[in-house]
């Protein structure tokens, strides 16, 4: 039996998908992710089952959207026996590593979010998803200078230098443990970065941002107002963000085995002024649409324009180690925010629906139609039409759909 292939998530967070080179995006600087798309397939229409943090992460690696994985609220931590693919696929004889942002463990909801007070905080050995190396921190947002703890550090220990540099040197120190030791196992590596995160404000690697005026902002962003001089400010600082943290991806990628499977993505995007909104939970496109590149070794590089969720990744994963195919999707992809998040800017309701391609529709909490747009026609969501005669017959089959 010829070993299994060796295995590497890359995870971010709040990069939308169309802020990448490939994409199209003129502001965004990533040339060492644009050659990884230009040798993997590029899953054009992937979305994030809910557009924040702990909802998508736990369904991520659970493969089991929110709250049916056991994380509801915004504080929930992932239950302590919750199988995550970590568990799949050290059964499977793999090496399992985690490097980064957690995010799911039971944060004290009365700390300060941005800070060091959850970068701190002790994450335990039976709460780290079933990892058998574990390194990283639950969460703060320090871009810089962050605090890791885990396997070999039984202590929070402050690491200098930008988040996304000091993770990656981590991770490929050991990645070189492991590889010198003939017969050694194939490795699962999940390397999570907070970045493009805000505070958009903090230090990017020495990476001078752009001016605010050069910046090209979507067309949904409403012009000449507030929302746009504030989409302005944060974006210069996203874009340095994300040009730093592309460079760290591309060290990582460099240096590792040329062989190695490699998930790229993102947990949720931000809508930075579209629609007149920031941050992410919204269901627009800008907030649930991430990007999602897979390099197989032997797989030729293509486009994928078909419907996928996160929620599919895990057990697209468990095929691909076999040789197989991504496995068949359905033509919808399930959408929700299963809570609101009481913090500045976010969603203010609980919503679920769904997504093709094509069309988009999504409920309020009772059930009613909030929102449905034609996305083949209008991709950036300008026209609801929910209150549209000729739409009605087709919005009532689309709600026979979503799950309740």
Same mark, same amino acid.
């Given at each position: 039996m010829p070993q299994p292939p060796h295995i590497l998530w890359i995870l971010t967070t709040q990069w939308r998908a169309q802020a990448c080179g490939y994409a199209g995006d003129p502001n965004a600087c990533t040339p060492h992710?644009? #050659?990884?798309?230009a040798a993997s397939v590029d899953f054009t229409q992937a979305v994030t089952p809910h557009p924040f943090g702990p909802f998508a992460r736990a369904a991520l690696l659970t493969g089991v959207p929110s709250p049916e994985n056991g994380?509801?609220?915004?504080?929930?931590?992932?239950?302590?026996?919750?199988?995550?693919?970590?568990?799949? @696929?050290?059964?499977?004889?793999?090496?399992?590593?985690?490097? %980064? *942002?957690?995010?799911?463990?039971?944060?004290?909801?009365?700390?300060? @979010?941005? %800070?060091?007070?959850?970068?701190?905080?002790?994450?335990?050995? #039976?709460?780290? %998803?079933?990892?058998?190396?574990?390194e990283g921190f639950e969460s703060g947002f320090q871009l810089n200078d962050p605090w890791l703890h885990g396997t070999r550090l039984p202590e929070p220990t402050c690491f200098p230098g930008y988040q996304a540099d000091v993770l990656v040197e981590r991770a490929l120190r050991w990645n070189r443990e492991q590889t010198p030791f003939p017969g050694a196992r194939s490795s699962f590596t999940v390397v999570s970065l907070e970045s493009p995160h805000p505070p958009y404000q903090a230090a990017s690697a020495g990476l001078v941002p752009q001016r605010r005026e050069n910046l090209e902002l979507r067309a949904n962003v409403p012009r000449g107002t507030e929302i746009e001089a504030k989409a302005r400010e944060?974006?210069?600082?996203?874009? $340095?963000?994300?040009?730093?943290?592309?460079? #760290?991806?591309?060290?990582?990628?460099?240096?590792? $085995?040329?062989d190695t499977q490699i998930v790229f993505t993102?947990?949720?995007?931000?809508?930075? =002024?579209?629609? %007149?909104?920031?941050? *992410? =939970?919204?269901?627009?496109?800008?907030?649930?649409?991430v990007p999602l590149l897979v390099r197989r070794p032997g797989i030729g590089p293509r486009r994928d324009p078909t419907s996928i969720s996160l929620l599919d990744v895990?057990? #697209?994963?468990?095929?691909?180690?076999?040789?197989?195919?991504?496995?068949?999707?359905?033509?919808?992809?399930?959408?929700?925010?299963?809570?609101?998040?009481?913090?500045?800017?976010?969603?203010?309701?609980?919503?679920r629906g769904i997504r093709s391609p094509r069309r988009k529709l999504i409920l309020n909490q009772d059930g009613s139609p909030w929102l449905f747009f034609d996305l083949e026609r209008d991709p950036g969501e300008s026209t609801n039409l929910v209150s549209e005669p000729a739409c009605q017959a087709e919005m009532t089959r689309l709600r026979s759909q979503v799950k309740s």
């Open positions: 992710l644009d #050659a990884l798309a994380v509801c609220d915004y504080y929930d931590p992932l239950p302590l026996d919750r199988r995550t693919l970590a568990h799949e @696929l050290r059964e499977r004889g793999y090496e399992t590593a985690f490097f %980064g *942002k957690w995010h799911l463990a039971a944060r004290d909801p009365h700390a300060p @979010l941005v %800070g060091e007070a959850h970068a701190r905080m002790i994450v335990p050995a #039976a709460a780290r %998803g079933g990892f058998e190396f574990w944060e974006l210069v600082g996203y874009y $340095a963000h994300i040009a730093a943290t592309d460079r #760290a991806i591309g060290r990582l990628v460099a240096q590792i $085995a040329a993102s947990v949720h995007g931000d809508m930075h =002024g579209s629609h %007149g909104l920031f941050r *992410k =939970g919204w269901p627009h496109e800008e907030s649930v649409r895990m057990r #697209a994963q468990l095929a691909w180690i076999e040789g197989d195919s991504t496995p068949p999707r359905t033509e919808f992809s399930d959408l929700s925010m299963p809570s609101v998040v009481k913090l500045p800017w976010q969603a203010d309701r609980v919503w």
